[in-house]
């Protein structure tokens, strides 16, 4: 299964202001691992549109269902605005009650 690369849904500040934030408590460290690829907070919609072409792209692995909906997860490289590939687990959500996925976080991963 893989999901829609046009409406799923990727909030620009889970983006901007989480996963390429070296300022955020929790981002921190993802900012650091996708500033080696060319990721900034100046750039956030480069790689919205590169999670959407290159890890939509992709089969998604079925992930755990919550009292909140079911998550999937998608495990494959991402070559960033400079070129570098990095190996990265994005993790999605489509909700309970919706048919529309939503962006959660990316977790940085050694090549499998």
């Known amino acids: 299964m893989k999901l829609s690369q046009e409406t799923t849904i990727i909030a620009p500040e889970k983006l901007r202001d989480y996963v390429v934030n ?13 500033r080696v690829m060319g990721y900034e907070q100046k750039n956030w919609k480069t ?8 890890h939509l792209s992709q089969e998604v692995i079925p992930g755990q269902k919550s009292d909140y909906g ?14 570098k ?16 996925a939503r962006f ?9």
């Open 22 to 34: 070296l300022s955020h408590p929790d981002g921190e460290s993802k900012a650091r691992f996708l």
């Open 47 to 54: 790689l919205e549109i590169d999670l959407r072409t290159q």
């Open 70 to 83: 079911e998550k999937y997860e998608v495990l494959a490289p991402l070559i960033g605005p400079n070129g």
């Open 85 to 100: 590939m990095r190996w990265l687990r994005s993790v999605w959500m489509i909700r309970k009650g919706e048919s529309i």
């Open 104 to 112: 959660i976080t990316l977790i940085p991963e050694e090549k499998p």
